[in-house]
T-cell receptor, first 115, second 112 residues
Framework: KAGVTQTPRYLIKTRGQQVTLSCSPI?????VSWYQQTPGQGLQFLFE???????NKGNFPGRFSGRQFSNSRSEMNVSTLELGDSALYLC??????????????FGSGTRLTVV | GENVEQHPSTLSVQEGDSAVIKCTYS??????FPWYKQELGKRPQLIID???NVGEKKDQRIAVTLNKTAKHFSLHITETQPEDSAVYFC???????????WGAGTKLIIKP
């Protein structure tokens, strides 16, 4: 059974640019959540999508957005990149409608560096 | 809003000893409490979870206890081994339509 796949694994962008990250959940999982993790920091919740709808949202500025497709794949977009956006971005999928309450499976993450 | 506090932020124990990490949550409606382990450079992985209708759950060397009255839950690791070195995160949730609220993490160091 394939795990959660995130692409790309590494990305270097320039301040002011925009970036799109992709996450393919485990087959059958319909809930996808996104997190930002900076060095030495915890997991900062960005948003969760279920059945193509944003179900929960964290406290990030509007430059951070996401969407989910009918096949449950999800993308997140960050516009007007800032140096502080440099981080590991993790997505996690969960089965059915239970959200995170039956355990997330995390992807390996996309490490974004903004220069 | 909901808050989860995790202590200590760093824990250093001798190999073979036990380690205990504690989390306190604020929302009494929380009913699901998972623990995740993140090894250096790797993804977080669920290691154990507990629901509010259970007071304790054990899986080999790890166990989680829940005190609903005091609103805290703890991770216990016995007979620690070098491979237990990692950052451990606790979290709490009050239902499938709600996000997980995470603790700040505990860096566990196992000294040989």
């Amino acid at each position: 059974k394939a795990g959660v796949t995130q692409t790309p694994r590494y990305l270097i962008k320039t301040r002011g640019q925009q970036v799109t990250l992709s996450c393919s959940p485990i087959s059958g999982h319909r809930s996808v959540s996104w997190y930002q993790q900076t060095p030495g920091q915890g997991l900062q919740f960005l948003f969760e999508y279920f059945s193509e709808t944003q179900r929960n949202k964290g406290n990030f500025p509007g430059r951070f957005s996401g969407r989910q497709f009918s096949n449950s794949r999800s993308e997140m977009n960050v516009s007007t990149l800032e140096l502080g956006d440099s981080a590991l971005y993790l997505c996690a999928s969960s089965p059915e409608a239970t959200g995170p309450n039956y355990g997330y499976t995390f992807g390996s993450g996309t490490r974004l560096t903004v220069v | 809003g909901e808050n989860v506090e995790q202590h200590p932020s760093t824990l250093s124990v001798q190999e073979g000893d036990s380690a205990v990490i504690k989390c306190t949550y604020s929302d009494s409606a929380s009913n699901y409490f998972p623990w995740y382990k993140q090894e250096l450079g790797k993804r977080p992985q669920l290691i154990i979870d507990i629901r509010s209708n259970v007071g304790e759950k054990k899986d080999q060397r790890i166990a989680v206890t829940l005190n609903k009255t005091a609103k805290h839950f703890s991770l216990h690791i016995t007979e620690t081994q070098p491979e237990d070195s990692a950052v451990y995160f606790c979290a709490a949730s009050k239902g499938s339509n709600y996000q997980l609220i995470w603790g700040a993490g505990t860096k566990l160091i196992i000294k040989p």
